[in-house]
């Protein structure tokens, strides 16, 4: 059986081809200019399999509440030509197949939970610090939606005190998550960008205070059995031990758990077991969900 894979990104749509279990057969991206434009592009691609259904991974907000009108739309994206675009209900009415959708980033989690790092334990988080920061967040196999669904990237931080830009820049919060330690976040900070800094560069211990923040909430809030910290960002090795350390000294040895003890922290807080395939494989899990599920 073959499954259909859209990860759909704010600069390209890649388009894969692959089986049930997440392996990958085929490959095309298209830049995303309008729909009238890309949409065209990626149904000729699918076209040429015969698919049993199709997985979407996309850029958001989207519309995930099965019970709305508007279900599978993207809603108030900053890409305007794709505001209100119904995507999934476009991809089902032309390729006559079943369509599952989430975002981009609950699409590699379910793929890190699935065959990658998560794939022992019964809950994980993974997120993803790029050019924005965002999570998904994975209970007992099912990912959490709730009221929208969440916005990992968002939750607000303590600024430190030797940050020069503390208010961080996120449009809509100050110091927020995203706005202090996304990738454009540091670059703006110290007027370098962040792959072309050195290991010694004082950004990165901000940068790990930040993100074992970030850790440390989600520990007290959604406990989960492992951290899994992708995206440009994290191709900085250096940074999971510099993060574990403060992650084990915000702790403060509060939650009991062996898992969090100094010694096991470098197997709780992890980079993506399957590396960039993580959102390709997370469509492609949502594809077989949509076959079972005829969706
Ligand atoms: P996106 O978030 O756009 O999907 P990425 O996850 O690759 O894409 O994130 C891009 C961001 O990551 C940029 O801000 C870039 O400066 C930063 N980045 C890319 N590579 C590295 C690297 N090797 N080290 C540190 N930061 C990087
Ligand atoms: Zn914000």
Request: charged share 20%.
């Amino acid at each position: 059986m073959l499954i259909g894979a859209l990860e759909a990104g704010g600069t390209k749509m890649v388009c894969s081809i692959g089986t049930p279990k997440g392996g990958v057969l085929q490959r095309a991206s298209f830049r995303t200019l309008t729909p009238d434009e890309t949409i065209p592009q990626m149904l000729d691609f699918f076209r040429n399999f015969e698919i049993s259904a199709l997985g979407i991974g996309s850029f958001g907000p989207l519309d995930l509440n099965p019970k709305s009108k508007t279900y599978g739309t993207i809603t108030s994206s900053p890409k305007k030509a794709w505001r209100d675009f119904p995507i999934l209900e476009t991809m089902r009415h032309e390729l006559h197949v079943p369509v599952e959708i989430d975002t981009d980033v609950n699409a590699a989690a379910l793929a890190e939970y699935v065959v990658g790092a998560g794939k022992t334990y019964k809950s994980l988080v993974y997120v993803t610090v790029g050019t924005g920061v965002g999570g998904g967040i994975i209970l007992n196999g099912d990912i959490v939606h709730g009221l929208v669904h969440p916005e990992v990237g968002h939750m607000l931080l303590t600024p430190s005190e030797m940050d020069t830009m503390p208010g961080g820049m996120c449009p809509f919060h100050d110091h927020c998550l995203e706005g202090l330690a996304s990738g454009p976040a540091i670059e703006k900070r110290w007027g370098l960008s962040p792959a072309l800094m050195m290991e010694n560069h004082p950004a990165w211990d901000l940068e790990a205070d930040y993100l074992a923040q970030m850790c440390v909430n989600l520990i007290m809030t959604v406990s989960p059995e492992i951290i899994v910290l992708g995206g440009g960002v994290m191709q900085q090795q250096h940074l999971f031990p510099k993060i574990r350390k403060h992650v084990f000294r915000m702790l403060g040895g509060y939650v009991a758990s062996a898992r969090l003890d100094e010694e096991h922290l470098d197997s709780y807080i992890v980079p993506p077991a399957l590396g960039n395939n993580s959102g390709v494989t997370g469509a492609l899990l949502l594809g077989a969900k949509a076959v079972a599920t005829r969706k």
